[in-house]
């Protein structure tokens, strides 16, 4: 749980602290080297996918090599985000880097580069802690950049797929994509099994707060600030945030994902970005 009106029960999507960065970082950098594959069909979803993939990156930290190489390695993976508007602009979720950092270690994205692969230094120059959103500044070349859907409600039904970083080398080292569908757009709020548990927070957040994409996917840590786009057309309708979770009675600190994703609606990206200023606007 993170205090950005998460609910505890939409529990947000980072990692477990065990894990291991230094193989991480090895692994993804040579994994985004040789990442390139078969062309797909036109207008397909593995022509989308191929076609996003160079705009999704890894969120985490470096810090100094221990013997004083001056090499950096990763000391964390976080998340993930994509790239948008002038290509220097990372879109990720606020809980993914707001996190305190020791002096030595310093927010970066891995991203794919021409011939390779990189190591992107980034800064946090906005935020919006009701929707869980943040853009990074980062350093370098351009990334190629996602365009951003209209602000229309998507239908229940929607076809939909996400390309993020889950568990970190569990799944892959490369963007793992996987697709669902929209189940309902319905208000952030935590669920309760009967009407007279409804406290009062809940139904502040009914009639106050704002609305979410419930996505019947599945959503993993490592997922939170991945684009979710149409399953028909590269542009990003959401940003993933978190998923829905229940605590095993039996096992303490234990629970099982039940395969429920949540994600903010792109409009809220959008007037995000617009409080940069006009030139940061996605045309």
Known sequence: MHNYNLPHRYQSLLLPK??????FVALLLLALHRSAGAAPSPGSLPDIVQSISASVVAVGTVRPSP???GVPFASRYMGTGFSLADGTLIATSL???DQALPPEERLVTFTREQGGAGIRSAELVASDPVHD????RIAGTPVPPLPLAGDDTLAAGTEIAFSGFPLGVATGVIPVTHRGIVAATTPLATPVARSEQLGAAQLRAIRDGFSVYQLDAL?????SGSPVFLTSKP????VLMGSLKVGLPDVAGE???LGVGYAVPV???RALLQDLGPAEERR
């Open 267 to 269: 409009k809220h990206l």
């Open 235 to 238: 542009a990003v309708v959401a």
């Open 255 to 257: 629970s099982i994902n």
């Open 18 to 23: 065990r894990f291991n960065p230094a193989l």
């Open 133 to 136: 959103l943040a853009l990074l």
């Open 95 to 97: 809980h993914v880097v």
């Open 67 to 69: 013997r004083g190489q």
């Open 219 to 223: 959503a993993l840590p490592g997922h």
